[in-house]
Nanobody, 118 residues
Framework: QVQLVESGGGYVHTGGSLNLSCAGR????????MKWYRQRLGMERELVAG???????LFGDFVEGRFAMSRDNAKSTVFLQMNSLKPEDTAVYYC????????????WGKGILVTVSS
C-alpha cells in the first residue's frame, strides 16, 4: 500500500522556520519525482517545490529563495526547509510523488497544516 506521510508542520511566528518531512512507503521512491504543493484557504492548490529523481529542484515564484528541498533516497524521505516564513505561507502542505515530472502514476499525502502568525 502506497503511503506518503507528512510531518513537521505547526505554528510559527513571521520570520520563523519549519522543516517539513515526507516519508514514502510502498513504491520505488528513488524512481519518483517528489513535489510539495500547498492549498491556502479559499484558493487552488499550487506547486511549492519539486525535486527530480536526479536531485534537480525547482520552486514556485513566491518562494523567492526562502525554501530548500532535498531528498534522502536511503530513507525514502523528502524535506522542505522553509525559512523567513510569512503569514501568506499559511496553508495545508501536501506531499506528492509521481514517476515522471508530469506523467505516470501519482500519489498524494493527506496534508499537514502550517500556520504563520503575523
Amino acid at each position: 500500500q502506497v503511503q506518503l506521510v507528512e510531518s513537521g508542520g505547526g505554528y510559527v511566528h513571521t520570520g520563523g522556520s519549519l522543516n517539513l518531512s515526507c516519508a514514502g512507503r510502498g513504491f520505488p521512491f528513488s524512481d519518483f519525482a517528489m513535489k510539495w504543493y500547498r492549498q491556502r484557504l479559499g484558493m487552488e492548490r499550487e506547486l511549492v517545490a519539486g525535486i527530480s529523481k536526479t536531485g534537480s529542484s525547482l520552486f514556485g515564484d513566491f518562494v523567492e529563495g526562502r525554501f530548500a528541498m532535498s531528498r534522502d533516497n536511503a530513507k525514502s524521505t523528502v524535506f522542505l526547509q522553509m525559512n523567513s516564513l510569512k503569514p501568506e505561507d499559511t496553508a495545508v502542505y501536501y506531499c506528492h510523488a509521481r514517476r515522471g515530472w508530469s506523467y505516470g502514476a501519482e500519489y498524494w499525502g493527506k496534508g499537514i497544516l502550517v500556520t504563520v502568525s503575523s
